[in-house]
């Protein structure tokens, strides 16, 4: 690994970071926002934020540029759209577990679409690392029973998976944050379509405009710009699994803000999802 693959790495597990951290206090936001006047709000202050980065940039975007943000901009809501709402009709430990399918998913999409081959080492590392994450829910899987939810968020896996491998085919030909904008004003677009699908509750108060302030600025700016830079450096199997180390900082942060247990199954799981990342980190070109 170079020094920039290096540097790729880190901020790529400083967005699971973020994206972890905020895990626990998105939970209570519902309690004041339906899910998707959250991701409106969510999408369209992060869109305010790219605008003076690529305000200057815009008249110069090409015809396909556009097209393939559109697509990759839809593909996202999409995504968001169905595991938040999957989420209220399952449980949370479940829909975390559902989504990280992704990780299985992300080799297969890129060997048929981008006809890209596959290497062992991503196809083991990938596989570990949804065993280990199913092993960290473990405690919140028990007497589970199968639900409309857990239809949606399986299709929402599908669908991020889709736009990781699209996004990874054009990243290195699109400038950064152009391309990151176009995406997150393409999902704020079509969240604040959907608000009449879910319009309560909308309630702004200041948990809930810090909650939403926090996720544009950090897990959305910030992070879509930061993933979006590394697919276009990194394979995107690689860049998949490194995400999906999402859990374990939210489990951490748990532990820290609300004094909650990490039993020996789920730290077995840890184990294996954080030598599943190393694994891929190293070996994988």
Do not use: C
Not at 75 to 94: D, E, N, V, W
Not at 232 to 255: R, Y
Request: hydrophobic residues 55%; positive net charge; aromatic residues 16%.
């Amino acid at each position: 690994m170079n020094s920039r693959e290096v540097l790729s790495i880190s901020t790529l597990v400083f967005v699971t970071f973020i994206w972890g951290v905020t895990f626990p206090i998105i939970k209570d936001v519902f309690l004041y926002l339906s899910p998707v006047n959250f991701l409106a709000l969510r999408f369209a202050v992060s869109t305010l934020l790219f605008l003076p980065v690529v305000i200057k940039k815009i008249k110069h975007v090409k015809s396909e540029e556009w097209k393939a943000g559109l697509i990759a901009g839809t593909l996202l809501f999409i995504a968001y759209y169905l595991q938040t709402i999957g989420l209220l009709y399952t449980q949370p430990a479940l829909s975390g577990t559902i989504t990280g399918i992704y990780v299985v998913f992300v080799p297969i999409i890129s060997y048929l679409y981008l006809r890209r081959r596959i290497a062992h080492v991503e196809v083991y590392s990938s596989a570990f690392a949804f065993i280990g994450l199913v092993l960290m829910s473990y405690s919140g899987l028990s007497n589970v029973s199968i639900e409309l939810g857990d239809f949606m968020t399986l299709a929402a896996a599908v669908f991020y998976a889709m736009q990781l491998v699209y996004v990874s085919k054009h990243a290195s030909h699109i400038d950064t944050f152009v391309f990151s904008f176009i995406q997150i004003a393409v999902a704020a677009f079509f969240s604040a379509v959907f608000i009449p699908t879910f319009p309560e509750p909308f309630k702004i108060t200041i948990y809930s405009a810090f909650v939403v302030l926090f996720t544009a600025v950090f897990a959305t700016f910030l992070a879509t710009y930061v993933y979006v830079s590394a697919l276009s450096k990194m394979n995107v199997t690689k860049v998949g699994v490194i995400l999906i180390g999402e859990p374990i900082f939210a489990d951490l942060t748990s532990v820290i803000l609300y004094g909650e247990k990490i039993g020996p199954i789920a730290l077995i799981g840890i184990i294996i999802m954080i030598a599943s990342i190393g694994t891929i980190s190293y070996f994988a070109d």
